[in-house]
């Protein structure tokens, strides 16, 4: 099994529908992150979670929620999707003072 | 404003060739940098992380340099396959969290 697994790994939706992309690792890691990837925008953080109390927004945050549910669990939110919302999601997760992130396989989102 | 540069370029490259992409950085004082590998459709996966006080990183086939006075990280594939054809992101730490650059792409021709 893979060591930070993300579900669903294909969503297709409409505009306005709700969303929730889900993480969940086995390393036992305390930090998570979400991602997103664009074409031509590389890799930008959403949201990061330093431990299940520690929610922390990123650098495009807005239109996006998230939940920590526990020390394994990190879900992304879409409360209403739009078509600018269409990409790649990475969730990560870091154990303290490693300094690596360890990368799931991706969610691909398309929104239309 | 914090940026990292890397060549939006393309690199192709003869099989057996050395691969070498930069990596440029502004308004960061990182103690470290890291190069992570992407395959299409897959997430980044890591590779090596030098500190500011390495001059130089080896791993297999893979070599990085850092220069804190340059502002700039090189990294080296030697050898080149064409299972290295991949997309390299570099990655530095500010703010409490790892930023990325885009990411260059190297195509090794067989």
């Known amino acids: 099994d893979a060591d930070v697994t993300q579900t669903p790994r294909n969503r297709i939706t409409k505009t306005g529908k709700r969303i929730m992309l889900e993480c969940s690792q086995t390393?036992?890691?305390?930090?998570m992150y979400w991602y997103r990837q664009d074409p031509g925008l590389g890799l930008r953080l959403i949201y990061y979670?330093?431990?299940?109390?520690?929610?922390n927004k990123g650098e495009i945050s807005d239109g996006y929620s998230v939940s920590r549910q526990a020390q394994a669990k990190f879900s992304l939110s879409l409360e209403s999707a739009i078509p600018n919302q269409t990409a790649l999601y990475f969730c990560?997760?870091?154990?303290?003072?490693?300094?690596?992130?360890?990368f799931g396989a991706g969610s691909r989102l398309t929104v239309l | 404003s914090q940026k990292i540069e890397q060549n939006s370029e393309a690199l192709n490259i003869q099989e057996g060739k050395t691969a070498t992409l930069t990596c440029n950085y502004t308004n960061y004082s990182p103690a470290y940098l890291q190069w992570y590998r992407q395959d299409p459709g897959r997430g980044p996966v890591f590779l090596l992380l030098i500190r500011e006080n390495e001059k130089e990183k080896r791993k297999e086939r893979l070599k990085v340099t850092f220069d804190t006075t340059l502002k700039q990280s090189l990294f080296h594939v030697t050898a080149s396959q064409p299972a290295d054809s991949a997309t390299y992101l570099c990655?530095?730490?500010?703010?409490?969290?790892?930023?990325f650059g885009k990411g260059n792409q190297v195509v090794v021709i067989p």
């Open positions: 990655a530095l730490y500010g703010n409490n969290r790892l930023a």
């Open positions: 390393k036992g890691h305390d930090r």
């Open positions: 979670s330093f431990d299940v109390k520690d929610i």
């Open positions: 990560a997760t870091e154990g303290y003072g490693a300094n690596v992130l360890t």
